[in-house]
């Protein structure tokens, strides 16, 4: 049998992971007035927001190397409108906590219509990182102005395969 690790080596790496998870512990510990501070501003932001078709998740983690804490959050929300209703509601409020647009990406299939919006502010500059994704799901209405629209189609040849042995087999 091989074995990969040493005993001293699984000791080692337990220990070394003992050691970040103390310095994560810490770091939380340490900035938890800020986090709760952010927490909290992106509350009072997200108060203006229609709360009855939106959902906010949030959750803290940081890296216990670099010391920085962060709160990485997720706003769901649907809707059959991009430019009026609470998908602007969000992106504003986003916008005045100096949150950086970092990327949108649709997702646009059978099963689903979405947009998802990154949003992100760094530490440096304010006492906790934000990491902020929301996804929008689109449903079809007779008065929205979204809609999943078919382009086109297309085929794709997938390769089949199966297992040939010579000689005897077990």
């Known amino acids: 049998m091989n074995t990969t690790h040493t005993t001293a ?3 080692k790496d337990a220990q070394s992971a ?3 998870a103390k310095k994560r512990v810490s770091t939380i510990r340490k ?3 800020k986090i709760q501070a952010t927490l909290d501003l992106l ?3 997200l108060h203006a927001v229609d709360a009855t078709n939106a959902t906010i ?3 803290v983690d940081c890296n216990g190397y670099d010391g920085i804490a962060q709160i990485q959050a997720q706003i769901t ?3 059959d409108s991009m430019v009026e209703g609470i998908v602007p509601q969000i992106l504003k409020a986003m916008l005045d906590i100096e949150c950086e647009p ?3 990406k649709d997702i646009v299939n059978a099963d689903q219509t979405s947009r998802t919006y990154r949003f992100k502010r760094a530490a440096a500059a304010h006492f906790v990182e934000i990491d902020l994704s929301v996804v929008v799901t689109i449903k079809e209405t007779e008065t929205g102005t979204c809609r999943r629209v078919q382009t086109g189609t297309r085929i794709v040849e997938v390769a089949e395969y199966k297992i ?4 005897a087999t077990t």
């Open 102 to 104: 970092v990327e949108s």
């Open 57 to 59: 998740y949030a959750w």
């Open 43 to 45: 509350n009072q932001r």
């Open 9 to 11: 080596a699984a000791i």
């Open 164 to 167: 040939e042995c010579e000689g």
């Open 31 to 33: 900035n938890g007035k």
């Open 18 to 20: 003992v050691e970040w």
């Open 77 to 79: 929300a649907t809707t």
